[in-house]
């Protein structure tokens, strides 16, 4: 059984900032792309960040030269650096991993959200 758990989100003033990590546990052979995912109130889920195995990274664009993303293989985890927060960057974030290779199979996991407040 693979699981990813969130950490690091929180309420934060405008312009400030917040690191989330994300790290998966279980019997994983290996991880493919790990992404971060926002989803706030009324609104559908998009995506925020993509890193692949070997670190090139994709942000779209509303977040670009704000946040950063990056990984640690040997720990199965997935960071987001957020920096210059503002307020419609509030959103429950979540972590996505695809594929992840078990012995059991290979799949897409998700974890389950954390969230993150922007507001003075």
């Known amino acids: 059984q693979v699981q990813l758990v969130e950490s690091g989100g929180g309420l934060v003033q405008p312009g400030g900032s917040l690191r989330l990590s994300c790290a998966a546990s279980?019997?994983?052979?290996?991880?493919?792309?790990m992404g971060w995912y926002r989803q706030a109130p009324g609104k559908q889920r998009e995506l925020v960040a993509t890193?692949?195995?070997?670190?090139?990274?994709n942000y779209v664009d509303t977040v670009k030269g704000r946040f950063t993303s990056s990984r640690d293989n040997a720990k199965n985890t997935v960071y987001l650096q957020m920096n210059s927060l503002k307020p419609e960057n509030t959103a429950v974030y979540y972590c996505n991993a695809r594929p992840v290779v078990t012995v059991t199979g290979t799949r897409d996991y998700w974890g389950q959200g954390t969230q993150v407040s922007v507001s003075s």
């Open positions: 890193i692949t195995r070997g670190g090139s990274t």
């Open positions: 279980g019997s994983i052979f290996s991880i493919g792309a």
